[in-house]
């Protein structure tokens, strides 16, 4: 459907034309003046120039015109030269009926032409806990997936699993000091291993930290690791076996954590996948002429001349010839262009990466990783900061593990679900999660990503203000209102929404006929935060109408199945813009 500004704007500029003047001066906008009107045109100021008139004579006939259009309940001039407009109720009820009458999409069409965007999100690393800091990326990245995906392109989220650095050498080498006589260790050995991995997923979380703390102190120790790693990278048997034990370990963890936060990826690939691309790759950064050796390592220069500050060569390879993370992430664009041929890539990424992602994606460009034409963007989000304005920690100091986090939340809703009412305690407990996942989300979300923003646990559950749990508590109510409406009558066939009968009740209407339009902008800037901001907006709406119409006492039966067609449209919006967002409401709450 077209955007209802569209529609208004075109009946203006046609009254443009029929004044005499330019279209263009005909482009109206949402009236930031919402107590005068709905939407304004301020094009007669711009257009007084060129027509060397007051601006007011311009607005002056303009509004005359569109006064006779049955669009607009009214349009007048007002000094200096605006044009200050409202659109007639039964025009705005007809949107809305053709907004309804398209059940999946609600007037927002699929785009045109469909693009292929890889998505890399997640980014955790292996047999390392999820911390706060995968939160974010998790978050954000799996609502620009839903976002994409709504509109109508092929959305491909990857994981890209850190599996390939030197925590891999550290957790051999402890593995090694623990169990010296296990067969992956054998150096000649030719057999088969065992399918089984030599250990769970709770001991090798303990092992990574504490081969991480014995490497920072024990040089001998750091060097072995650091061999392991190379021996790894450079294809010794029993060691790709325990790098694929430990991924199939901490890999159904993740999923399992994962999941809890409704965030899903197409594809599991890691760092580790990108491997058999990179001697290809760096054989013909070398043969191209681009590829040279500086102070021992293989680099590539990636600076430009608009640079304000300089920005240094990208590193392919180590003075060992080791990877390091630039050569896996460029690998991992050769495989990604060679498998799918993606029109953009998005990394959903800790902004502190700018500067390197800056280095990859020139480095990419400049030796024909990728097509001229290929998007490579960098969206970076800014820091969880805990109550003190300093990166979240726990009480104790440490790192923030995602599970503690998410577990102390799902308490935190309990405990305010069973304060308001007694609830089941099964019940009270999955509501509490559907919830609580609402408030952490919605928390980020609803921030610019590129910010920094305070977790803030108490604010961020409250039922009240813009939060999570308000947009589902005015969801929640209205499934209320319709059930007890069903229980007593049926939905007359010829329900529709009816024009409006009061202030409100228009706002709300008018709220609704944004939809598409906003939908459109969160894509084109990925930014959910519009989503957020939108529906905070028009949860606000559907309160103030709601106080102030007796929906379910109404007396005059179309007029209160026209209500309730409101209501289910408004309760649609909500649904698909918190799918959207990756989370859903309860029954109840
Ligand atoms: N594993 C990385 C980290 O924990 C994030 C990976 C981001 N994605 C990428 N393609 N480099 O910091």
Redesign the pocket.
Known sequence: MEKILDVISREVKEAMKAGGYEEKYGKVTLSNRPDLCEYQCNGAMAAAKEYKCAPFMISDKVAEILQKNPMFESAESVKPGFLNLKLNSEYLAEYLRNMEADKERLGSDKCQNPRTIMI??????VA?PLHV??LR?AIIGESIKRIGRFVGHNMIGDV???DWGLQMGLIITELRERKPDLVYFEEDYAGEYPEEPPFTISELEEIYPAASGKSKEDEKYKEEAMAATYELQHGRRGYTALLNHILQVSVSDLKRNYENLNVSFDLWKG?SDAQPYIPDMVQKMKEDGFAYISEGALVVDVKEESDAKEIPPCMILKSDGASL?NT??LA?IVWRMKDYNPDEII????KR?EL??TQ?FRCAKKTGLVKPETELKFLGFGTMNGKDGKPFKTREGGVMRLEYLVSSINEEMYKKIADNHTVEEQEGQETAKVVALSAIKYGDLSNQASKDYIFDIDRFTSFEGNTGPYILYTIVRMKSILKKYQDKTSLPEQAEILPAHSESEKSLMLEISKFNSVIESAYEETAPHKLCAYIYDLANAFNHFYHETKILAEPDEAVQAGYIKLLELTKRVLEICIDLLGFEAPERM
């Open positions: 890399d999100y997640g980014g955790p690393n390392k800091g995968h990326s890209h699993l850190g760092e993370y896996t992430d991992t990394y959903v990424v800790d990466q390197y992602f990859v």
